[in-house]
């Protein structure tokens, strides 16, 4: 009887088509831990149908401090990328160490036919990103790029009224973003994050990248990619005594040909916050949080919401959205968060407003 049941077994999995057989388990590897957001992963990424084989980490003491803290098994642990993506042969990396590797890590695994996600934003730079992009697509790969407002509901939301059919809330004419905190020396961020956040090589900026890309992400996807004619910023270091490199200040605006997208980056906001303001000809939406938010149209009351992955049918955790794009199940929209061309634009963007900053002069894009 055991034999007939174990002859049966196979017989049904040879009839199982191999899409449904490969969605059985996505291996994922870790590539760096001194980003802030790498706990992510380790506390609520990991769900059914995932499995970590690997975590890359240069500092040996970051790395132990991981292991010890989530019982990790030592042969997991490598401090040579190539070796552990040789050893592990993940389906995707999560890439959550300075944003001036990047690039590196595209470069070891995109060849290789390794999804991968970085971490906010794509690359410092117009340069590095190009090379990034052009990887992934001869190696066809998908490289995407994790927000926290990406999964937001209030984001969504936010895109979904202004598409509406009945298009009460007319064409978009302005957008405002408001996005930081105190500093990440004022929250406590680990040192070693902290380290290479205030290097203008390693992080490409202060404020202004390390938020500014929040805003530059959303009102891409708000105006479907459309590129801005120009872009003006202005930088501050308010202070200089714990940010001497870089920026703490930031106010880009972002000049398209019917529309102006305002984005106020600070590392001095009295507290954290990720908000926004969006007006069109005939109404507002404005969020207050990931899920508060409120908004109306010409001739009616406010309305005041609370909004809810579930009824968006959102997918809230980065992670499981990256295993779905993996397994094939999801194919993200042109110009979409976590997208590829959207998040090029973001690096356009933001490599225009450190330019502006740095001259005091408009810069237009071609």
Avoid at 18 to 30: C, G, P, V
Avoid at 159 to 187: A, S, T
Wanted: with cysteine; net charge negative.
């Amino acid at each position: 009887m055991k034999l007939f049941a174990t002859v049966i077994g196979l017989f049904l999995m040879n009839l199982l088509p191999q899409s449904l057989m490969a969605q059985e388990k996505t291996k994922f590897a870790m590539v760096g831990l001194s980003h802030g957001h790498s706990l992510w992963f380790f506390e609520w990424g990991k769900q059914e149908g995932m499995e970590l084989v690997g975590v890359y980490e240069p500092d040996a003491a970051l790395a132990n401090r991981f292991k010890e803290r989530y019982d990790l098994d030592g042969s997991l642990i490598y401090d040579d990328l190539d070796k552990m993506l040789a050893d592990k042969k993940p389906d995707g990396i999560l890439v959550f160490g300075p944003i001036f590797y990047h690039l590196e890590a595209v470069e070891a695994a995109a060849p290789r036919g390794i999804h991968v996600m970085v971490e906010k934003p794509l690359s410092t730079n117009l340069k590095d990103a190009k090379r990034m992009a052009a990887l992934a697509r001869e190696n066809k790969i998908h490289l995407l790029t994790n927000y926290e407002t990406s999964w937001y509901p209030s984001t969504e939301k936010t895109y979904r009224l202004f598409e509406q059919d009945n298009g009460q809330l007319g064409g978009i004419r302005k957008m405002v973003f408001h996005h930081g905190h105190q500093g990440p020396k004022e929250i406590g961020v680990g040192p070693e994050f902290l380290n290479w956040l205030t290097d203008p090589k390693l992080n490409g900026g202060g404020a202004l990248v390390d938020f500014g890309c929040y805003g530059a992400n959303i009102m891409t996807y708000l105006k479907h990619g459309e590129k801005p004619l120009s872009v003006r910023a202005v930088t501050k270091n308010y202070k200089p005594e714990i940010y001497d490199k870089v920026d703490d200040e930031a106010t880009i605006i972002v000049d398209y040909k019917d529309a102006q997208g305002i984005i106020q980056a600070s590392w001095n906001w009295p507290f954290n916050r990720k908000d926004m303001e969006v007006y069109g000809q005939s109404g507002y939406v404005i969020t207050k949080d990931d899920e508060h938010m409120r908004w109306r149209f010409a001739g009616q009351q406010e309305v005041e919401s609370e909004v809810k992955a579930e009824a968006l049918d959102l997918i809230s955790n980065p992670f499981v959205y990256f295993d779905n794009v993996i397994k094939g199940n999801i194919e993200p929209a042109p110009y979409s968060l976590y997208s590829l061309e959207n998040n090029l634009m973001v690096v356009e963007i933001l490599e225009a407003a450190k330019e502006s900053a740095a001259t005091g002069r408009t810069v237009r894009l071609e």
